[in-house]
């Protein structure tokens, strides 16, 4: 304790036996309730390692090459979803990050109206308090026919690619990456944006000063000052896209089967989990616990990668 | 015109020169050229959203009427009911992940704040609180899943509305600590000194000066956390189940809004189709009215 001066004007009278009490008691309650979170995440890396104990005793590392997902035969392996997951997200973090970056660039650096700028914060932050689900239903049924004939297009022009081989016929890689795009983007346009509000006013006034054009001023003094916040937003986005469940699961298509294709329904180690643990048993609920432990382990190092890049680089200049 | 205004730099350097405009300079087109880029950028970003709230407001809208929240849902291939069960088992299981998340959040806040002064454990703690904060929401149903359905702890009873609560509390549990550390954090220490200086011990000062005027950062933070829990899917699908039926207890599996919403968008009839609009609609307006409440409580708490 370093509260000493004021654990002195305690003293200066003589405490009741039921306030020191009182005050022990309080001071040990909320440090069992801060110590839950140390505990809830021991848990949940027990519970799913545990639980997946029997599958990796099993299938071992084979598990993460093999695409065989033979719920029949007993045979499980986590390739498709576990390549479909880092295929979505990476692919949806490069579409994000320019339309994030852009749009808080466009919100921060006086290039529109005060009213405009809060009303268009305001909106972004809106997109991101949408439920999941909800922007799942809209990919099914308004968004994936909508697309669709740009897809075709995509097709028959690159067809000949290994990427674009396949007639988009529905739900795909394709719409589950464009929904991901709509679910990151509030959160890189968000810190992003704070990122940006954080460099000092001097700095800018400087940059104009020299006689720099507002975007001149952007690119080579403000955007280096905020890169670190911003490359960490982005890090906290990708393991959010990894991690994203309903809207991917409901128009990926949930294919077992691999194929390299951008057009061709594919899946994800979260869409799998969301599909399969109700109806499965067995060792399959063991190989679903070994893919989920895949999927913690990888958010995982992307979370705290994230929050070092934030606290280490934290704007310096 | 513009060039013939500057003269030689050497000899008048110092002196006043008119400044001039040239819009038609290199470094002056692509200025507009990127703000341009930029607006494109930002509309693209607010499509999403605007298309979005149309269609759940127009297809959903449309099917607004009482008995939506009076009915239960229709048998596959039947026409008309409502979503009533699944309202009211939202409630319940939002309830239940509020009841459990809020005391512990707020008191684990209260430790980091209050008394940690800064050591390793506090620095853990918060480390790991943002951890978990980033923790995708399917695996804390998987935990939950593991802990509590598989286990059947709770009574020997599996899938329960309880543990989907439970769920759900693990994914509110981060916002609500970090937003009580940070709203304690705003409170002048003046304040604390003041209510020490009266005689007020430690336990005092915290339930009735520190808490009450740190009440609206926290209260912002609860609101938005509760909204987010309650369009939460995924927890749900495996530990609170679904149930055609209105709830019976907290031991037994309750239907939910947003696993409705997941179940019927993919069944082959139109009057379920309806239903997930409909269903879509009331948790698009309840999350966005809670998510204005919580600007409103945040805007009042700055004046």
């Known amino acids: 304790m370093t509260t000493d001066s004021s654990n002195d004007a305690f003293t200066l009278r003589r405490r009741p036996a039921f306030e020191r009490f009182l005050d022990i008691g309080f001071r040990q309650l909320t440090l069992a309730l801060a110590s839950v979170v140390a505990l809830l995440l021991l848990g949940i890396f027990l519970t799913i390692a545990e639980g997946a104990h029997e599958a990796i005793a099993t299938f071992g590392a084979r598990f993460l090459v093999s695409s065989a997902w033979d719920p029949v035969n007993n045979q499980y392996g986590a390739l498709v979803a576990i390549y479909g997951t880092m295929v979505s997200s990476l692919l949806a973090l490069a579409i994000a990050v320019p339309l994030g970056v852009g749009t808080a660039i466009f919100i921060t650096e006086d290039l529109i109206p005060t009213g405009l700028r809060s009303a268009i914060g305001l909106m972004v932050e809106l997109l991101a308090a949408i439920p999941s689900v909800v922007l799942g239903l809209w990919a099914i049924f308004v968004m994936e026919p909508a697309i669709r004939p740009a897809l075709q297009l995509l097709h028959r022009l690159l067809g000949w690619t290994p990427f674009f081989d396949t007639v988009p016929q529905g739900p795909g890689m394709a719409p589950a990456i464009l929904i991901l795009v709509v679910m990151i983007l509030p959160i890189i346009t968000a810190i992003s944006r704070d990122a940006l509000n954080q460099v000092p006013l001097e700095l800018r006034q400087a940059a104009y000063g020299i006689g720099s054009t507002r975007w001149g001023a952007i690119f080579n003094i403000i955007l280096p000052a905020a890169i670190s916040a911003i490359v960490g937003g982005v890090m906290l986005s990708l393991g959010r896209a990894m991690g994203e469940t309903m809207a991917v699961t409901m128009i990926i298509g949930n294919s077992l089967n691999f194929s390299f294709s951008l057009l061709a329904p594919g899946n994800t180690i979260s869409a799998m989990l969301a599909n399969q643990f109700g109806e499965a048993s067995g060792i399959q609920v063991s190989a679903l616990m070994y893919a989920a432990l895949v999927l913690m382990v990888l958010t995982f190092a992307v979370n705290v990668l994230a929050q070092l890049l934030v606290r280490r680089l934290s704007l310096r200049y | ?303």
């Open chain 2, 1 to 303: 015109m513009s060039s013939s205004t500057i003269g030689p730099a050497q000899d008048d350097l110092f002196d006043r020169r008119p400044l001039s405009f040239d819009p038609g300079l290199k470094r002056n087109r692509s200025n507009r050229l990127l703000t341009g880029v930029a607006g494109l950028f930002a509309a693209i970003a607010i499509l999403p959203l605007v298309l979005v709230i149309f269609h759940v407001l127009v297809q959903g809208g449309r099917l607004l009427t009482l008995g939506l929240f009076t009915e239960l849902p229709p048998p596959p291939g039947l026409d008309g009911g409502g979503i009533g069960n699944a309202v009211l088992g939202t409630l319940v299981v939002t309830l239940v992940a509020a009841l459990v998340a809020i005391p512990v959040g707020v008191g684990g806040g209260i430790y980091l704040s209050e008394y940690s002064m800064g050591g390793w454990f506090a620095r853990f703690v918060r480390f790991g609180n943002d951890v978990l904060a980033g923790v995708p929401s399917i695996i804390c149903g998987v935990f939950v899943y593991g802990a509590i359905v598989a286990s059947r702890i709770l009574f020997d009873r599996s899938y329960s509305a309880l543990a989907g609560g439970l769920a759900l509390a693990v994914l509110m549990l981060p916002t609500v600590i970090k937003t009580t550390d940070e709203g304690l954090k705003l409170v002048p220490r003046e304040l604390r000194w003041g209510a020490y200086g009266v005689g007020a011990s430690r336990f005092v000062t915290i339930v009735r000066i520190t808490l009450p005027s740190a009440f609206t950062p926290i209260a912002t933070g609860v609101v938005l956390a509760i909204a987010r829990a309650a369009g939460e899917t995924a927890p749900l699908i495996f530990t609170a189940l679904f149930s055609p039926f209105w709830p019976e207890s907290l031991l037994s599996p309750i239907a939910t809004m947003s696993v409705l919403i997941f179940n019927f968008a993919i069944m082959p009839y139109e009057a379920q189709k309806a239903l997930a609009w409909a269903a879509s609609f009331v948790l698009v307006v309840m999350i966005l009215i809670a998510n204005l409440l919580a600007r409103w409580f945040s805007s009042i708490a700055q004046r």
